[in-house]
């Protein structure tokens, strides 16, 4: 985790300074578009959406998983239907309303999540420390096995992205991004070294657990405390998806803005001001897509996804820096070095994939090529500036 946590820490760098020289909205879309040109910025436009509709649908299936602590058959189809479309339909309902109900919604969901990680945290080292671990062999894995363990922690550490995409609505955007995203960083490195450090030490085969946390709590804690961490849990999870949906309509909204999807995508609700067009049909991709595949298959195609913007962000950072000059508020230390290193980075994982089982992810590519065909029989739209 630890080691992870410093390889997407070159990618959060450089999105640092990137994201300090922009206001409005769009994430990676807008930085792509404005460095590398339309055609670029839409094929990132539509691989943020599908990275980002992959990731909740991913947490709408654990969601699932971890609800069968208390009630088994809720990975039955019928059950799993009903569940996915209440959870789904509510955020969908709340960020419709406005982004002020989003928001409030998912920092209580934020907050109740750390409390749960926390509790884990605590009860596991107390565990531990009074003389209840396993003791598991020391082995070096393989390169080729690290690195496809490294491919599926870019979905534990990434979804940074989210928040950089509604920007045109904060307050101070180019002051707050750069800090925000460190302060995340560091947040997470330490919460998830200390739950894998506390799950390897107290499961005796912690891999093949589908409800770790759970399982951890149970030993530590008894099947009061495991129903507790389950429960705290199911809000982390309902947490993230809430934030999803808040933070990545924005992204169509962003496109749409710049004339590169259809004009209705930008639709602002005249009462509660959200673009609830692309709310709406975020929230039923999602759905779909947790309804059609499960937990593993949405993080790896999310992660995919993620690599390939990622990637092309860090390449973004030398080329604003030529194209505009001095308009990072700002300026990493040794930046072109740290553009380098994460594009290796995302390149190196991206031959971890079996692209032979990756048919949406060159869907994807192939509708925005021909979204970019489509936009350019229209009028150029106008160039987007920081």
Known sequence: MFAAGIVIGIIMACFAEVASQFTQAGGPYLYA??????????????????????????????????????????????????????????????????VRAGTQVSNVFTGAKVLALGAVIIAG????????????????????AWLKSALL?????????????????????????????????????????????????????????????????????????????????????YGYLSAKILGVPRVTYALAEERDLPKIFAAVHPKYHT????????????????????????????????????????????????????????RLPAGNLFAALGVIVCLVLLTQVDLSKSLILIATIVLALVNWLWVRRRPDAPDSSP
């Not at 058959?73 to 419709?96: C, E, M, Q």
């Not at 405390?225 to 809000?235: P, Y």
């Not at 897509?289 to 999310?302: E, K, V």
Request: charged residues 10%; glycine residues 8%.
């Open 33 to 98: 578009r404005v460095a590398f040109g339309r055609m670029i910025g839409i094929q990132m436009g539509w691989m943020l959406w599908l990275g980002q509709i992959a990731a909740p649908a991913a947490n709408a299936n654990l969601f699932v998983i971890y609800l069968g602590e208390f009630w088994p058959k809720a990975n039955s189809p019928l059950p799993r239907f009903i569940i996915l479309t209440i959870l789904v339909g509510v955020l969908v309902f709340v960020n419709y309303r406005g």
């Open 125 to 144: 080292t107390i565990f531990v420390f009074s003389g209840h671990h396993v003791s598991s062999p020391t082995t070096v894995p393989a390169v080729g």
């Open 153 to 237: 922690l870019v979905f534990a550490y990434g979804g940074f992205e989210t928040a950089l995409a509604p920007m045109a609505e904060a307050r101070d955007p180019k002051r707050d991004a750069a800090f925000g995203l460190f302060f995340a960083l560091g947040a997470c490195v330490l919460i998830y070294t200390l739950i894998q450090w506390v799950v390897i030490a107290i499961l005796p085969d912690a891999a093949h657990s589908t409800r770790p946390l759970a399982d951890v709590a149970r030993l530590a804690m008894g099947r009061a405390g495991a129903a507790l961490v389950a429960i705290g849990a199911l809000v982390s999870f």
């Open 275 to 330: 673009p609830y067009v692309s709310i709406v049909v975020f929230g039923i991709l999602v759905w779909l897509l947790a309804l059609l595949g499960n937990f593993a298959w949405n993080l790896t195609l999310s992660a995919v996804a993620r690599l390939v913007y990622y990637g092309v962000a860090c390449a973004a950072l030398p080329a604003l820096r030529k194209k505009q000059p001095g308009a990072a508020l700002f």
